[in-house]
Every structure is written in C-alpha cells, then in structure tokens.
C-alpha cells in the first residue's frame, strides 16, 4: 500500500517567523517529495497560524499551499485536516475549495487493521482553567458571530498579535519533561486503562517530537513542529516512523 503521513504545527502565516513565505515554500516541497507515495496525509491542527473563514471574503495569503493541497487531493490523495487552536475556524470554504476533510473533533480511525486515536491535542489531559476558558469562547458560536462583525483590518492584526504573544509566553512549555509529566502521554494512559484496542495515539500541539511505547501493542507520538523541528510520521501499513524533512 501507499503510505499515511501525518504532520502538524506548521503555523503558516505566523509572524514569528523571519520568512515566512520561505517557510511555506518548504512545506510545499516536503508535499512534493511524498505526494507519488502518499495515499493520504493528515494535517493534525495548527497547520495555518491564523486562519478566520468569512462568509463572502478569502483571507489573503497560503497560495502555493491551498495550490498544492488541491493538487493532491485532484490527484485522488485524501487530506485531512483537523482543527488546532490556531485554525479553528475553518467552515465551508476550505473542504470545498480544497476537497478536503475537516475534524473538528478527535476521531478513531482504523488503518490496514490497526486503530489510531488522532487529535490536535488542545483541550485533552491536564490543561490549564485559563486556557479551557479561552477554548471554550473560540469555540462558541455566538462569539464567533461576533468576532465576524468585526472589520478584519482589526481582528487579522489583533489575532497575530495575540498569536506571537502566546508563543513567546508558552516557549518553555514546548519541552519534555519526562511521560509522568506530559499530559498527553497521561490522556492517553488513561484511556488506555478503560479501552485498550488503540495501537496509535497521534497528536500535535506541544511542538515535541516523542515516539513512546505506552503498552506491548500501543504507542504515543506527538508530531514536533515546522517551527524548529520540520518532523512528520509516516506510517507504511506495518511501521510508523517519526522523520525530519531534510530538503531544507
């Protein structure tokens, strides 16, 4: 079979970044160098730094991106793309433009007889009262009716804004710190305890590369980032490896 590739946390667009067309024209070459082997590719949240759908207006930007993203899937390549806390508002424009499959939810998924619980990650384990409220009003869809009100020359600069501010102030809660303290490693213990079938858990979110053995047939990977890590998985049928993207 062709293989699965999953990849998270690229934050296109992010003001973070020095260049950040250059950085999109990176991903764009990663996409290049898989896509006669892809089969489908799971984009596990985040994938945009920003991203607001209005109902008659594209936000500008993401060109040789969303191109090569309908390049795959016109090609028959499946793209799935579930919401991060920086893209949560993807609506219709994005699946039908694209072809794309939207999750706005963790979903189960059974791949050549195996079982993957994929997620963001956002909003599983042991997070923080702040941040579950802030959640919470983003996904709201009374705030979001409201936020949609407001001029984008306001609400576009306001999100970058606030985007760069919360990575500069959650930096030293992107490392690692041992699986007794990662909540996601925790989330995925526990649901291990009440349903033991999942052999893959996949999640994005904490801009860590981890590969880790959670029991004799279940394992956890968190994906890294295209921030400093460029990291993917990639899963043949049989193997799930977690990768670095080389042709930089």
């Given at each position: 079979?062709?293989?699965?590739?999953?990849?998270?946390?690229?934050?296109?667009?992010?003001?973070?970044?020095?260049?950040?067309?250059?950085?999109?024209?990176?991903?764009?070459?990663?996409?290049?160098?898989?896509?006669?082997?892809?089969?489908?590719?799971?984009?596990?949240?985040?994938?945009?730094?920003?991203?607001?759908?209005?109902?008659?207006?594209?936000?500008?930007?993401?060109?040789?991106?969303?191109?090569?993203?309908?390049?795959?899937?016109?090609?028959?390549?499946?793209?799935?793309?579930?919401?991060?806390?920086?893209?949560?508002?993807?609506?219709?424009?994005?699946?039908?433009?694209?072809?794309?499959?939207?999750?706005?939810?963790?979903?189960?998924?059974?791949?050549?007889?195996?079982?993957?619980?994929?997620?963001?990650?956002?909003?599983?384990?042991?997070?923080?009262?702040?941040?579950?409220?802030?959640?919470?009003?983003?996904?709201?869809?009374?705030?979001?009716?409201?936020?949609?009100?407001?001029?984008?020359?306001?609400?576009?600069?306001?999100?970058?804004?606030?985007?760069?501010?919360?990575?500069?102030?959650?930096?030293?809660?992107?490392?690692?710190?041992?699986?007794?303290?990662?909540?996601?490693?925790?989330?995925?213990?526990?649901?291990?305890?009440?349903?033991?079938?999942?052999?893959?858990?996949?999640?994005?979110?904490?801009?860590?590369?981890?590969?880790?053995?959670?029991?004799?047939?279940?394992?956890?990977?968190?994906?890294?980032?295209?921030?400093h890590h460029y990291s993917y998985a990639v899963f043949d049928g049989e193997?799930?490896?977690?990768?670095?993207?080389?042709?930089?």
């Open positions: 079979m062709k293989n699965i590739y999953f990849i998270s946390d690229l934050h296109l667009g992010a003001r973070t970044f020095k260049n950040p067309r250059e950085n999109e024209k990176r991903v764009v070459r990663f996409l290049d160098s898989i896509k006669e082997n892809a089969r489908a590719i799971y984009l596990m949240g985040d994938i945009l730094d920003y991203w607001y759908e209005y109902k008659t207006v594209v936000p500008r930007g993401f060109t040789r991106f969303f191109g090569k993203i309908a390049e795959l899937t016109d090609r028959g390549i499946e793209i799935h793309w579930f919401i991060g806390n920086h893209d949560i508002w993807i609506f219709d424009y994005l699946p039908s433009e694209l072809g794309v499959i939207v999750h706005k939810t963790p979903k189960i998924v059974i791949i050549e007889g195996k079982q993957f619980f994929l997620a963001h990650g956002d909003g599983l384990g042991e997070t923080s009262r702040s941040f579950r409220l802030i959640r919470s009003i983003f996904h709201n869809r009374i705030c979001q009716k409201l936020f949609s009100a407001i001029h984008p020359r306001w609400t576009v600069s306001f999100a970058h804004r606030w985007s760069s501010h919360s990575r500069l102030t959650a930096s030293d809660d992107h490392e690692y710190n041992g699986e007794n303290d990662e909540y996601l490693v925790n989330f995925a213990k526990q649901y291990l305890s009440k349903d033991s079938s999942i052999n893959f858990f996949i999640f994005g979110h904490r801009h860590i590369m981890l590969d880790l053995m959670l029991s004799r047939t279940s394992r956890i990977l968190i994906l890294g980032d295209w921030i193997n799930m490896i977690l990768c670095q993207f080389e042709n930089l």
